[in-house]
């Protein structure tokens, strides 16, 4: 246990603040020695932002990797599994069981990362493990959101063993209990408070299975709440409406996997992009909406603001698109937050007749 505060520690060196500085999301690293006297433990991480957007530093948490093999071994699936997860360049982040020398090290030597991979982001192998070579069956998913591959692997002679009747219903029992085990984790150090796995499960229910962000009813809860807390506040709520420009020719063009792969990029520069305290969501199909709040007198230059960044960044992510956004600020206890999203979109259409790859503000 660290007590705080602890001695003053510079971790500009450390990846973690390297990625918040260049603008990712969230960030997960690959297990470190903590400064902190903690000992091995991987980081989950995301830059802070000041009221104008920019860069003002990086809030994170160091996770023992220890602890969460630990809790891994507690689950007797009875039939000795792997379950590994990884960086997307191989590093590892955490392991069951655990091999100390090997926490910190890389497999993308591996035939996970050589072979399998390159071909899809989800799938079965056999292979022998670069790090124990015991030869197992795995199954292997990416987890694009977070950066990260998880896998869960069954020793051969085992899953050989009552094939049918128990090695692959145990599998699948594994695969699902690691995905509600990452979910749990992570979400859990993105909200800064234990929670519970059930609380998790309802939670990712509402929750845009792509992208990873909230679907409509979840944006719609958060925005209403979010209206309520700036009436008592004495702030004001803004909404900007986000349609991709180019999205069809690239469906058309290159295919609905290419097109996945645009939503869940720009997914992920909403999330660079915006404030911690910003809700974001996935309206359906390309369309995107972001609701904040801030002092009435400045409301509007943020919402500008962050719309012009969003605008710059989009067109990263390149094969022609684009955005057009429409940015409307509520009358406050005067306007519902339906009636004010409505207004974003109408300028969000006057975006596009003006030429797309821009924003309108709507009138008050």
């Known amino acids: 246990t660290t007590v705080f505060p602890v001695r003053s520690i510079n971790v500009s060196d450390r990846d973690y603040f390297r990625a918040g500085r260049r603008g990712d999301g969230i960030y997960i690293g690959t297990t470190i020695e903590s400064r902190t006297g903690s000992g091995l433990v991987f980081t989950v991480s995301k830059p802070l932002r000041d009221a104008n957007g920019a860069f003002a530093g990086v809030v994170g948490v160091g996770v023992p990797t220890l602890n969460l093999t630990a809790t891994l071994t507690l689950l007797d699936f009875g039939i000795q599994p792997l379950i590994g997860i990884y960086r997307l360049n191989g590093d590892v982040v955490a392991r ?17 990362f050589q072979q399998h991979l390159p071909r899809a982001p989800t ?32 020793p051969v002679e085992v899953a050989l063993h009552d094939w049918r ?22 979400w859990s150090s993105r909200i800064g408070r234990a929670a519970s796995a059930t609380e998790v499960a309802l939670d990712l229910a509402r929750h845009d299975p792509l ?73 359906g ?37 684009g955005c057009s956004i429409g940015v409307a600020v509520s009358e406050g206890a005067a306007e519902a937050p339906d009636d004010t999203l409505k207004r974003a979109d109408a300028a969000m259409y006057a975006a596009k007749t003006a030429g797309k790859r821009t924003f309108r503000v709507a009138p008050a």
């Open 96 to 112: 069951m069981p655990p091999i100390i020398s090997a926490l910190g090290g890389n497999i993308h030597s591996g035939p996970l």
């Open 123 to 154: 799938g079965d192998l056999i292979s022998v493990s670069p790090l124990d070579g015991v030869s197992r069956y795995a199954s292997y998913r990416v987890v694009p959101d977070y950066g990260l591959v998880a896998l869960a692997g069954i």
């Open 165 to 186: 009747n128990h090695a692959l219903l145990a599998a699948g029992k594994v695969i699902a209990m690691l995905a509600v085990m990452l979910l749990i984790w992570v």
């Open 211 to 283: 992208t990873g962000l909230a679907g409509r009813a979840l944006f719609t809860d958060g925005s209403n709440a979010k209206h309520q807390r700036a009436g008592e506040i004495g702030q004001r709520l803004a909404y900007l409406l986000i349609d991709l420009d180019g999205f069809k020719a690239v469906n058309d063009r290159f295919g609905h996997a290419r097109g996945d792969q645009v939503l869940t990029q720009a997914a992920a520069v909403l999330r660079a992009t915006v404030r911690g305290s910003d809700l974001i969501g996935r309206l």
């Open 285 to 321: 199909g390309d369309e995107f909406a972001i609701c904040l709040i801030a002092d009435p007198a400045r409301i509007e230059a943020v919402a500008a603001g962050l719309a012009e960044r969003l605008v710059a960044a989009i067109e990263t992510i390149g094969d022609g698109i």
